[in-house]
C-alpha cells in the first residue's frame, strides 16, 4: 500500500524537479530554510475543489485549495499528513520557522510521511475575489498579544510560562525584532465569515480526500473546526485528527472574544448528530457548576441524553494545548463535549509530556521538533 500511495502522488502532481537549497541573499540577516532534500524523492502541488460561479462569460472559479505535497524517499507511515494552517497564515508556517530552523513539512517526511500542506480556500495561493466577503489582517499588536509576546502582551493566567519564542533581547517577539518582522511578512488577509470559511475548507478538504485517500487531518488553531467538519463529510476517508490548540471553545468565545459562537459545538456551519438536529437551537445546553481549575472556562455540555456525532464516533483523535497559551484555559471543555458527543479524543497538555514553555504557534517556537516528536508517538499508537 505504501508503494502505491506514493504512486497515486504522482499521477495527480505535476512533480517537479528537487530543489537545491536556497541561497542565502546578501540583504536576508536570517538564514533561509530549505527542505533536506535527502529525505524527500518528490514534491509537487496540484489544486482541490472549487466551482464557476457568475453569469455567461464572466464567470470564475471560486473555493478551489492550493495543496503541495512532498514524499518522502522511503515512505515508513501509512497514511499521508494533510496539515491545515489556522487564520492569517498559510502554509508556509510548516515549511519552516522564521529564524530558518527545520520545519514540521521536513519533520514529518524524514519520519516516512507523505504530506500535503494546504492554502485554504480565499487564502495565500488559494484564490480570493472581493465578492467572497470582508476580510481582516491582523496587526503587529495583536500577534504579539496572542502568539509571540504573550509573556509580557497578554492578559491570561500562565501567560508567563512562555519561554520559547525565538529569538533574545528586549525586543524578542515585537514589531522591529528582525524574527518577528520575518514571521509578520507571512501574513495574509483572513476572510471574517465563519461560516463561509468553514464551508469552503469543509468541501476543499473533502475534495482533497477523495484525490488521495484516507489519511491523518492535522489542524491549527481556526482550522480546528475544519478538521471535525472534513470528517463528518468523509468519516471513511479520516483515520485520525490532531486538532492543535482548536477553535473553541463550544458555544461562547473566551479570552480571545467574548459572546456567543460555535452554534454547533465544535463549529459554526452543521454537523451530523443523532438524533438529528435541523437547527442549532435543537441542542439542549446546561453549563457546568464550576470550572475545571483556576482561571479555566467554564464548560457547557449538552443536557442528557446526549446528541452523538455519529459520523466522528469511530475516528482517533487528540487535542494539543501549550502551557502558556490561552488554549490551555478551555481546550478541556472541546475535548468533554466532543467526549460526551460520543468520539475517542483525548487532551494532551503538552507539559504533561515534558514540553514547557509554548504559546499558541507550536510549530515555529523554539522547541518545534520536540512536539512534531510528540505528535508522531501519538499517531504510531493511535491510528491503526
Not at 500562565?158 to 525565538?166: D, F, I, S, V
Request: glycine fraction near 10%; hydrophobic fraction near 40%; charge should be neutral.
Amino acid at each position: 500500500m505504501a508503494s502505491l500511495r506514493i504512486v497515486h502522488v504522482a499521477v495527480y502532481v505535476a512533480l517537479l524537479p528537487a530543489l537545491g537549497a536556497s541561497p542565502v541573499l546578501a540583504e536576508v540577516k536570517l538564514p533561509v530554510p530549505a527542505i533536506d532534500q535527502s529525505a524527500v524523492a518528490k514534491r509537487g502541488f496540484f489544486y482541490v475543489g472549487g466551482r464557476y460561479v457568475g453569469e455567461p462569460g464572466k464567470r470564475i472559479m471560486q473555493g478551489q485549495a492550493y495543496v503541495e505535497v512532498l514524499a518522502p524517499k522511503e515512505q515508513r507511515r501509512p497514511y499521508p499528513l494533510v496539515l491545515i494552517h489556522g487564520a492569517a497564515q498559510t502554509a508556509t508556517n510548516w515549511m519552516g520557522t522564521p529564524d530558518g530552523r527545520k520545519g514540521w513539512a521536513e519533520y514529518f517526511v524524514e519520519q516516512g510521511y507523505v504530506v500535503y500542506m494546504i492554502d485554504q480556500p480565499m487564502r495565500g495561493r488559494s484564490a480570493y475575489h472581493p465578492g467572497d466577503g470582508a476580510t481582516r489582517m491582523f496587526t503587529a499588536e495583536n500577534e504579539q498579544f496572542q502568539f509571540t509576546a504573550i509573556e509580557s502582551d497578554g492578559t491570561w493566567a500562565g501567560r508567563q510560562k512562555h519561554t520559547q519564542w525565538p529569538g533574545d533581547g528586549p525586543n524578542k517577539g515585537k514589531a522591529g525584532d528582525p524574527i518577528f518582522d520575518a514571521f509578520y511578512a507571512t501574513q495574509v488577509e483572513t476572510v471574517i465569515s465563519p461560516e463561509e470559511t468553514e464551508q469552503r475548507n469543509r468541501d476543499a478538504g473533502a475534495a482533497l480526500l477523495d484525490k488521495i485517500g484516507p489519511a491523518i487531518v492535522l489542524t491549527h488553531s481556526q482550522s480546528g473546526s475544519f478538521g471535525w467538519l472534513i470528517a463528518d463529510a468523509r468519516p471513511q476517508l479520516v483515520k485520525g485528527i490532531v486538532a492543535i490548540e482548536p477553535a473553541g471553545p463550544p458555544f461562547e468565545n473566551f479570552i480571545i472574544g467574548t459572546g456567543k459562537a460555535r452554534p454547533w459545538g465544535p463549529a459554526d456551519i452543521a454537523l451530523t448528530y443523532d438524533p438529528r438536529v435541523k437547527d442549532p437551537s435543537e441542542i439542549a445546553l446546561v453549563r457546568e457548576d464550576k470550572p475545571d481549575g483556576p482561571d479555566m472556562f467554564v464548560c457547557w455540555m449538552q443536557k442528557e441524553p446526549a446528541r452523538q456525532l455519529v459520523n466522528l464516533k469511530t475516528i482517533p483523535a487528540v487535542v494539543i494545548s501549550a502551557e502558556a497559551s490561552y488554549h490551555q484555559l478551555y481546550d478541556n471543555c472541546t475535548v468533554k463535549y466532543l467526549k460526551q458527543a460520543g468520539m475517542h479524543v483525548e487532551w494532551l497538555p503538552l507539559q504533561n509530556k515534558g514540553i514547557h514553555g509554548n504559546g499558541h504557534m507550536v510549530m515555529i517556537e523554539k522547541n518545534n521538533l520536540d512536539i512534531a516528536k510528540a505528535i508522531d508517538d501519538w499517531v504510531v499508537a493511535n491510528v491503526k
